[in-house]
């Protein structure tokens, strides 16, 4: 028919334009014990979240007493001020908090998301849980029992086996990022309630530490109510070590753990990568995506479509303010995974070789900067990026041009992050697998040694 469009459905559309996006204003207040209250208004519902945010992490503990920082955040509903596990449960319930307790390797943090109303009772109970905790000897006992019943049970799971030797080799030996943040086995069966009390007196203390606040609020309600409950918490923890992290080996490793019978392998290709303030973070982030970052990335068109040999192969850098992991991770069929070895590292290879089309730089660019904002949807996403802010030192308008930045990457950009970042050549390459059906094909890819190990002899 005349004057009738004809549609290419051989394409998908092109993406459509950014919508507006205005990262709210950070204000900032620094109290007189050294605590800092970073505050980011949003108005538009009755509700707010307040995490409270500590610099000391897995850094922060002794490696004789590895797990402590994890045990000790994961013991402060168990007990503290007046209330018991059950009384704090309790009234947590009936203010409909959402309360949230961790740690990583920088940061402990505890912190709830209520309504706007029921802040004061919230912030009531958080002081109880980090000022207070009681450390009951027995709920010590019992989580830390079930700590480790589940390192055990994720050991015979394949694909939590590989990312634990992940870790392992992707940095030097005795580097803390070489265990589980929670704790190895050997130490974590030592811990007990004195230790999880002096970790907590040494470090849950308020200088340094930032109150970071989103959703319903204000700078001065946050701060009176930080004065009020806090009162009295004075003190600066000792500062977290920093080791230096040097990539492991001078060449790519291949770690081969047997596996009898497997019809699939758990594949592993890393090495340490960059920390969270890297000047070319947003380069890294763009060619992340573009080779396994995003559902439509290389590597997944590669293994999963073209060769069918996974469901999903992805790739991802771990930043924190000391150099973190990159890591490409798929669960490949036995058959293609001595290929699929070669083709991760022919794929890292091209990122550094060759430009990138101007499609898969513009489809990257373009998703990260459009899935951004989801994150900043909930006060507790909004309270996220506060904390990063607060955490690695960036600027308060950090994230007013985060998506500019990330749109104005370049392919030149992209593939000297790659040939910066990536390094196919000193790689530690582990497999999870039949040894008996693997070996003599990934030794015949001549790219680097395979080291056949027992986890049980590696891992403590």
């Known amino acids: 028919m005349s004057g009738t469009t004809t549609l290419d459905r051989s394409r998908p559309p092109a993406p459509g334009p950014l919508r507006p996006f205005h990262f709210p204003g950070v204000q900032r207040r620094t109290l007189d014990n050294g605590l800092q209250v970073v505050v980011a208004e949003n108005h538009a519902f009755p509700v707010a979240t307040l995490d409270l945010v500590l610099p000391s992490g897995g850094l922060a503990e002794p490696e004789e007493r590895a797990g402590v920082a994890s ?99 992707s940095f030097p030996e005795g580097h803390p990022f070489g265990r589980r943040l929670a704790g190895p086995q050997a130490t974590l069966a ?95 982030t763009v060619m992340n995506a573009i080779l396994g970052g995003v559902f439509s990335s290389r590597l997944n068109l ?61 489809d990257a660019a373009s998703y990260l900067a459009g899935t951004f904002p989801l994150a900043l949807q909930t006060t507790d996403g909004l309270a996220g990026k506060l904390t990063s802010l607060a955490v690695y030192g960036l600027p308060d308008d950090y994230y007013d041009t985060y998506r500019d930045r990330l749109m104005s990457v370049t392919a030149d950009e992209v593939r000297e992050a790659a040939r910066r970042r990536l390094l196919p050549d000193r790689a530690a390459v582990v497999v999870v697998g039949d040894a008996s059906q693997l070996r003599s094909g990934l030794e015949d890819l001549g790219v680097g040694p395979v080291l056949v190990v027992d986890p049980a002899d590696v891992l403590a």
């Open 71 to 169: 045990l000790a955040a994961g013991l402060l509903e168990s007990g503290a001020g007046e209330m018991d596990a059950t009384r704090i449960a309790e009234a947590v319930d009936e203010l409909g908090l959402a309360l949230e307790t961790g740690i990583s390797w920088d940061t402990s943090l505890a912190g709830f998301t209520a309504l706007t109303s029921r802040l004061e009772a919230g912030m009531r109970i958080l002081a109880d849980l980090t000022l207070r905790p009681t450390f009951p000897r027995h709920e010590v006992e019992r989580i830390r029992d079930e700590r480790l019943a589940a390192l055990l049970q994720r050991r015979g799971d394949p694909s939590s086996l590989a990312d634990e030797l992940m870790a392992l080799f």
């Open 302 to 362: 590669n293994l999963r479509e073209r060769l069918g040999y996974s469901y999903g192969v992805s790739s991802a850098f771990g930043m924190r303010k000391l150099p973190g992991t990159f890591t490409v991770s798929g669960a490949i069929q036995s058959e293609g995974t001595t290929h699929s070895v070669s083709e991760i590292l022919r794929d890292m290879r091209r990122m550094q070789d060759e430009p990138v089309s101007p499609d898969e730089l513009a």
């Open 190 to 284: 030592m811990l007990t309630r004195e230790d999880a009390a002096a970790y907590h007196a040494a470090h849950y203390l308020p200088g340094g530490a930032w109150l970071c606040a989103a959703g319903d609020v204000t700078l001065d309600g946050v701060s009176a109510l930080a004065e009020r409950f806090f009162a009295g918490w004075s003190g600066t923890p000792p500062a977290p070590r920093a080791p230096e992290t040097p990539v492991r080996y001078g060449e790519t490793t291949i770690i081969l753990a047997d596996r009898p019978g497997s019809v699939q392998s758990e594949v592993r290709v890393g090495h340490v990568g960059i920390p969270r303030t890297a000047d070319d973070y947003f380069a890294v």
